[in-house]
């Protein structure tokens, strides 16, 4: 098992070593540079992100784990229009905005285009609860609109050879937890 930061650098090595045949499935819990990607946050994905275990048909599961959030600089360098969103300075030099419910969507569709075109055991893994820790219900980047948005994007974009599973919990449930790992095994049982 290799864990890879999903912070631009991250998630391109990942790619590559997937490219090499040096990793046989992916867990892709993470996925929060793609936000930054298409919204012009800190640590984007780079080019060929969530494209190399659909191309190498290997068992591949997507989460939203922090797509919920744009990563950007201090809170005085943020955006006038980002100001009025919910957001937590997470270290001296980065700030976690609140992804709205239509970037959350692009999000979706953005995903679902890629896993669409892959081949290989695919699923996408939502849990309805919340996508990151600030993200449950009572929290300050809960946005439930937001969450919803996801999700009705995620069903409409995605092709029903990508498997769809909704889980009543958060991200970071045991719950969810072992049920992505479920799935993997499932998977990767079935790619074997």
Not at 14 to 37: A, R, T, W
Not at 53 to 59: E, L, N, Q, V
């Amino acid at each position: 098992v290799i864990a890879f930061h999903c912070n631009g650098i991250g998630g391109k090595a990942m790619e590559e070593l997937v490219l090499d045949g040096e990793i046989e499935g992916v867990i892709d819990f993470s996925p929060h540079d793609i936000n930054g990607l298409l919204f012009d946050g800190l640590m984007p994905a780079l080019p060929g992100r969530m494209e190399a275990a659909g191309r190498m048909g290997i068992p591949q599961i997507v989460a939203p784990g922090a797509t919920d959030i744009r990563l950007h600089g201090p809170p005085e360098e943020l955006p006038e229009e980002l100001c009025a969103r919910a957001w937590v300075q997470h270290t001296p030099t980065h700030t976690h905005v609140r992804s709205s419910a239509d970037e959350m969507a692009a999000i979706a569709r953005w995903t679902a285009e890629r896993l669409n075109a892959g081949s290989g055991s695919r699923a996408v893994m939502i849990p309805l609860r919340g996508y990151s820790m600030l993200n449950r219900e009572g929290q300050v980047l809960y946005d439930d609109a937001s969450n919803k948005a996801y999700v009705k994007s995620m069903v409409q974009a995605l092709s029903t050879e990508v498997e769809l599973i909704e889980l009543d919990a958060h991200i970071n449930d045991r719950a969810f937890a072992d049920a992505v790992v479920d799935t993997f095994l499932r998977l990767r049982a079935a790619d074997l």
